[in-house]
């Protein structure tokens, strides 16, 4: 197998974790080559300067060589950008970072859903409204991994969306129009809210959410996602502490 190297690639950090007593391995979402593993060397030596380095979030220019599945880092330097506003952005933050790291294969080129990152990082740090930044970058990962929503038509009858109905979601189909009351439906108008990529209503966002969930949930075909569980938790203990004041 051929030493490959790689100068100056645009590219994230998902997740870290050590590797032997001095070193760390970096899970890295990169413009060009996609999703990999590599190995920070020495990087968790006292007082190494690089530690700063390794947060995620922010957008990197990364340097690589090596062979097989471990390549070594060889450079990282971090790119000018602006800071996530607060917990809800973050917790956002690292619920995309997961789902990357289960929903991507590695090595996979992917560089509209990479610019989509860019993008959902950008609208939060600007004040972008997390629920609806959220619902965005799920829509365009499910398309990127191959399973795009129908969001324009119901997949049975070809007639187009209509905001006044009720629609039962088919996972790897799309909608079809349903007046079942034993089955999670959506409105037309929340289909079409996703469609174009623009919420009015409370209640678009939350049957948008409850929508790509599911479908996510699909994909994931019974992984756990641990951001899920400690956030679900941070807000039960928050309401709580709220109860007891």
């Avoid at 007593?21 to 920070?40: C, M, N, V, Y």
């Avoid at 007639?159 to 009351?181: C, F, N, W």
């Amino acid at each position: 197998m051929a030493r490959v190297k790689v100068e100056q690639q645009a590219a994230y950090l998902l997740h870290r974790r050590p590797y032997s007593e001095t070193s760390l391995l970096l899970d890295i979402f990169s413009r060009d080559h996609g999703r990999l593993t590599l190995i920070a060397k020495g990087c968790r030596k006292k007082k190494t300067q690089a530690q700063g380095f390794f947060l995620p979030f922010k957008p990197l220019l990364i340097s690589w060589t090596g062979k097989g599945e471990l390549p070594i880092l060889t450079s990282i330097e971090h790119q000018s950008f602006l800071p996530l506003p607060d917990k809800n952005g973050v917790n956002c933050g690292y619920y995309v970072n997961e789902l990357l790291m289960k929903l991507l294969h590695r090595h996979d080129s992917h560089e509209e859903l990479f610019e989509r990152y860019n993008n959902f990082f950008y609208s939060l740090a600007n004040g972008g409204d997390p629920n609806s930044v959220l619902r965005v970058f799920e829509k365009h990962l499910l398309r990127e991994i191959g399973f795009g929503l129908v969001l324009d038509h119901d997949v049975e009858s070809g007639e187009m969306i209509l905001g006044h109905r009720d629609y039962q979601y088919i996972p790897q189909k799309g909608p079809v129009a349903s007046s079942d009351t034993h089955v999670e439906k959506v409105s037309g108008e929340t289909l079409l809210a996703l469609q174009i990529e623009s919420f009015e209503t409370d209640k678009q966002k939350r049957e948008a959410r409850a929508l790509t969930r599911a479908l996510i949930d699909v994909q994931l075909n019974g992984k756990e996602l641990r951001t899920r569980r400690v956030i679900t938790e941070m807000k039960r203990v928050e309401k709580k502490i709220q109860l007891r004041l």
